[in-house]
């Protein structure tokens, strides 16, 4: 939990895990990146995207960033393969931003540069820096280069905090912003923690406003609660702002975490350690049934958060043999990784595929599955209860005491559905057996 080392790398050419062989890692199966830069950039009110990149990538990208409620269009030139051959893509990406520019109420367009805008020779330095006094920033998320959508939202992030944090702005004392794309609930009740022991949650990144983002380089410290923004992670810390790592996970966590937020934003140390120990108590009064006992749990997903729920698990008396994410190793990724190799956990899986966790199927024997919808389909069909990781839990809060309730208390149901599925798989079974016999 102290200050973070230079967030390099680490790791990535390590040994395969004993269970399966080696596989490519350089481009993990996830969707294009540049959802997750768009995910983060029109959320943000007055942001209004242009997006440079070929007609099939803008009608899929435009198609799942509705889908995930973005309520703004993304402004964006044809560009088919005879415009992409006229060698004018420089030319179009201008126009893009010229219009952009008319749309209400923006005050900041970041231009999104694709695998196609790169590979066709875009230019920043003949990108206008601002049209009609609005700031103009280029985000480049090419699929070749940034490999993951979550990863993408760090890069979105920090090039947009670039133009916007001044970096002559007087920090104020006590003052924590939270980084990490949570539940609603969670910053209100982080906030509600870090104010018992005299300090205050300022903002809370990615940002629904540009101010948002102004006010984050005035924060004293930084919490990263998920561990894949390093880019904007080195923003901040270069204006300054201490850094926090980890998040408050569990109890060990929870109690790490509140200890190191004190130390960060210079708090009372003994307020600090009544709150910690208040958490601690309030969720080892939870923990001391076992609620997850006996249990083998399964976690594989692509949002970069899936260590932090494994450490839920295994606190809650679960054994969880196998995490993978499609994100890669860090220093931000090290804390989380080594508590859970402690703890029993045999594999963490960086930058993973779909392959690894098939074949890790087949190595352990599941009573759960949290993953990826091809992961969780693939387990029904073998009657082993199985949820869509993103959209189950997610929707759930996640930190300090409250957290881990809520999401143990879920996944503890989703255990008890072991009959329904094995009904199912009979059902199906004898139905296919009358059809062929």
């Not at 010229?98 to 020779?121: D, F, H, R, Y």
């Not at 490999?147 to 920090?171: C, G, T, W």
């Not at 009064?285 to 399964?298: A, R, V, Y």
């Not at 255990?415 to 329904?420: Q, V």
Request: one cysteine or more; glycine letters at 8%.
């Amino acid at each position: 939990m102290a200050e973070l080392l230079p967030l390099t790398p680490a790791g990535e050419g390590a040994a395969p895990e004993p269970f399966k062989a080696g596989s490519c890692k350089l481009h993990p199966q996830t969707m294009c990146p540049a959802f997750g830069a768009l995910r983060v950039l029109s959320r943000i009110e007055g942001a209004q995207p242009a997006m440079i990149t070929d007609t099939g990538c803008l009608y899929g990208l435009t198609f799942v960033t509705h889908f995930y409620a973005a309520r703004k269009s993304i402004v964006a030139p044809q560009l088919g393969t005879a415009e992409l051959s006229s060698g004018k893509v420089q030319e179009a990406a201008n126009a893009a931003i010229a219009e952009a520019a008319k749309e209400q109420n923006v005050s900041v367009i970041p231009v999104l540069s694709l695998c196609v805008a790169e590979t066709a020779g875009l230019s920043e330095e003949l990108l206008p820096t601002e049209v009609d006094g609005k700031p103009v920033v280029l985000v480049r998320v090419p699929a070749y280069a940034i490999h993951s959508h979550p990863e993408a939202k760090d890069i979105a992030l920090a090039a947009v905090m670039r133009r916007f944090i001044d970096s002559a702005s007087v920090q104020e004392p006590h003052s924590l912003v939270l980084l990490g794309e949570v539940f609603p609930a969670d910053p209100l009740i982080i906030d509600g923690v870090v104010r018992k022991m005299g300090g205050r949650v300022i903002t809370t990144l990615p940002g629904r406003h540009v101010n948002e983002l102004k006010l984050a380089g005035q924060a004293a410290a930084v919490a990263t609660l998920h561990p894949f923004y390093r880019e904007t992670v080195g923003v901040l810390r270069a204006r300054g702002v201490g850094v926090v790592s980890g998040a408050p996970i569990g109890v060990e966590g929870s109690a790490a975490w509140i200890r190191a937020v004190g130390a960060a934003l210079d708090l009372d140390e003994d307020v600090v350690e009544r709150v910690a120990s208040e958490e601690e108590a309030a969720a080892r009064g939870f923990l001391s049934t076992q609620p997850l006992k006996g249990t083998t749990i399964m976690i594989s997903g692509y949002e970069g958060n899936e260590m932090l729920y494994a450490r839920l698990l295994v606190e809650g008396g679960a054994h969880v043999p196998y995490v993978s994410t499609s994100i890669g190793q860090s220093m931000l990724t090290a804390g989380d990784e080594a508590w859970l190799k402690a703890h029993g956990c045999e594999a963490v899986v960086y930058r993973k595929a779909i392959e690894d966790d098939m074949a890790a199927m087949k190595h352990w024997t599941f009573d759960l599955v949290i993953g990826t919808t091809t992961l969780a389909a693939h387990a029904k069909e073998l009657g082993i209860p199985a949820v869509y990781y993103t959209n189950m839990l997610s929707v759930r809060p996640l930190f300090l005491a409250g957290g881990m309730i809520a999401s143990l208390s879920f996944v503890r149901e989703l255990l008890g559905r072991r009959p329904l599925y094995e009904r199912m798989v009979d059902f199906f079974g004898a139905r296919r057996d009358e059809t062929f016999a």
